[in-house]
């Protein structure tokens, strides 16, 4: 009986183990992607407010990619860090050779880029000329007196970041099921609830025809999207980062997942000796380093990871490592 229980034991471990171990391939299988901003100056904008409808939209479709769990998503923060760093702000929101500098420096299979076409009532023409062309504040039922469906209208374009070639394309189009005034009741003051914006992915929001139409939308959209994961090509993330902390065999790096870095990763150790530098501009050309030993990454949140040395002696804190 005991030895019975023992390898009914063993085999729930083993079984447990190869499950843990499937499930790691393929989070390393998956594709990274970014979505920027979608563009929306084509829209003849017939609200109030500062409301930026591009990121709305951009945020929605990032949370149905990872809802569905078949890409990596770059978080919002990492991607706004490299616009910063690149000095690009919103106007590389939807150029294909913009988007791909970017996916290049953040290690993606693919970036997201895109445009709103439609974003209002089921006939284009009946935009500020026709059911709203008494605007009055956001709220209140106070868009005109017409009533009508809600059309939402999305382009995205799938971008290689090496050649900047556009991969796929996809459109979304959501239309309410329900005649009524675009907003209804929802928000207050000028453009939106209080702020001057509008939350897009709130609970009011989607209770109304617009928020409806803007779902149907950036649901048939990301599925598209998903479908065309074949077409990104294989992208090697290359890793870069330097040792804050040793503690006997455990390190805690300065880097993790927003660096494309994951658990079960094995990392070079490098240590800098020389650094050379243009005797003109003092720019550094080269770093001189040696290899002193390997790490394992066991840990990883979004900006650092712990990891245990298996080979190699002395490490020290501002330790290089790399892949």
Not at 221 to 229: R, T, Y
Not at 241 to 262: F, K, R
Not at 275 to 292: C, F, M, Q, W, Y
Request: contains cysteine; aromatic residues 4%; positive net charge.
């Amino acid at each position: 009986m005991r030895e019975t229980v023992k390898m009914t034991l063993r085999f729930l471990l083993v079984f447990y183990c190869i499950v843990q171990l499937s499930l790691v391939c393929q989070a390393a299988d998956r594709k990274r992607v970014a979505v920027m901003n979608f563009e929306f100056g084509a829209i003849q904008k017939w609200w109030s407010g500062n409301w930026d409808i591009g990121k709305g939209v951009s945020d929605l479709i990032v949370t149905e990619l990872v809802t569905d769990g078949t890409f990596r998503v770059i978080e919002r923060n990492r991607l706004d860090q490299i616009l910063a760093e690149q000095n690009l702000g919103n106007s590389g929101r939807a150029n294909p050779t913009t988007a791909a500098q970017i996916g290049k420096v953040l290690g993606v299979n693919g970036m997201i880029v895109g445009s709103i076409t439609q974003f209002g009532t089921e006939k284009k023409k009946r935009g500020i000329s026709g059911a709203f062309s008494k605007i009055g504040a956001l709220g209140g039922g106070t868009y005109g007196t017409q009533k009508g469906k809600a059309k939402v209208v999305i382009d995205a374009r799938i971008v290689d970041t090496v050649t900047g070639e556009i991969l796929a394309v996809a459109k979304g189009t959501g239309e309410s099921q329900r005649s009524g005034l675009m907003l209804g009741g929802y928000g207050g003051g000028s453009g939106g609830s209080g702020g001057g914006s509008v939350n897009m992915g709130s609970s009011d929001f989607r209770e109304t025809i617009l928020g409806e139409a803007v779902q149907y939308a950036v649901t048939e959209l990301a599925n598209k999207l998903i479908k065309s994961e074949n077409k990104m090509p294989e992208v090697e993330i290359e890793i870069a980062g330097l040792i804050a902390d040793v503690d006997g065999p455990t390190v805690i790096l300065n880097i993790g997942s927003s660096e494309g870095l994951e658990a079960g990763t094995i990392l070079k150790i490098k240590r800098v000796n020389r650094t050379v530098k243009d005797p003109a501009t003092g720019r550094v050309l080269r770093e001189i380093s040696n290899l002193v030993g390997e790490l394992r990454v066991n840990e990883v949140d979004n900006h650092s990871s712990v990891g245990t040395i298996v080979s190699g002696n002395k490490i020290k804190v501002g330790d290089k490592v790399t892949n």
